[in-house]
């Protein structure tokens, strides 16, 4: 079956602009994570939505936000970048119900803030 | 404070020289652990759940092992195809769909 998507796979913006990100997961997979990823703080979690609300919140700044749809598909908003918002955004699938279940991740999406 | 150390962060192997990585956790209420491999440019890629202490998983030439406060994973007779970094996570709630991540421990195993 098909993995997790998430596209576009690279971007370059400049500061001050916003980006939006786009995740598509697993079929049958509910819940959407969203991960950022740097060498000096290696992954952290930034939120994660089920049946399009979001159940849980890293500690990240409100610039740093979210949604999903009625299909599960996800879209990750970063407003007014900055230059350490440069990172690898990785999205993670799961069931998200019937309790502990792994999560799949997509192949991310290489962020560059000029 | 949750937190997931991983060590060490680098270990060099010959071919078929074993060894063994390790995740030490202090995330409370604990409900479980997860391996991950990580590729260069990838993603990481799901191996393991561990949701017991004395649960052991196997897959190749990877075994994981749990206990209350560490996670090892033993990598036997290495090939440099196992080259990775080797992440483990534990869950911050229930579903186990929010994960606190250790930094990773970088594999290169040479021929």
Redo the contacts between chains.
Sequence with gaps: KAG?T?TPRYLIKTRGQQVTLSCSPISGHR?V?W?QQTPGQ????LF?Y?SETQ??K?NFPGRFSGRQFSNSRSEMNVSTLELGDSALY?C?S?L??G??????????T?LTVV | EDQVTQSPEALRLQEGESSSLNCSYTVSGL??L?W?RQDP??????LF?L?SAGEEKEKERLKATLTKKESFLHITAPKPEDSATY?C?G??????????????TTLSVSS
């Design positions: 997790v998430q819940s994570s991960y290696g992954l952290q979690f994660e089920f159940r849980n890293g990785l993670a799961s998200g119900t309790g502990f279940t792994e999560a799949f991740f997509g192949q991310g290489r | 409900r479980g997860f991950y440019g990838k993603g990481p890629e799901f759940t949701y992440l996570a869950p911050i709630n229930q579903a186990g769909t929010a994960l606190i991540f250790g930094k990773g």
